[in-house]
């Protein structure tokens, strides 16, 4: 299920997790990506996917033409 979550949105929610966790903001990721929806909400699974995919398309490399 897709929420169309801002980017701005999905670092909020990834913040507090981080907060509430005490881990660094990388090592929340990797958390997430080990433990996925085992461990987290629905809500911080959508807000790793955007950011991941957000992330991706910004450092894409652009085709050159």
């Not at 005490?22 to 629905?42: A, C, N, P, T, W």
């Amino acid at each position: 299920m897709r929420f169309n979550m801002k980017i701005t949105t999905a670092i909020s929610i990834l913040e507090k997790e981080r907060s509430f966790l005490g881990l660094g903001f990388l090592e929340v990721l990797q958390d997430i990506q080990k433990h996925g929806r085992m461990v987290y909400s629905e809500k911080t699974m959508e807000a790793f996917s955007v950011f991941m995919d957000e992330g991706a398309r910004l450092f894409a490399l652009k085709e050159e033409e």
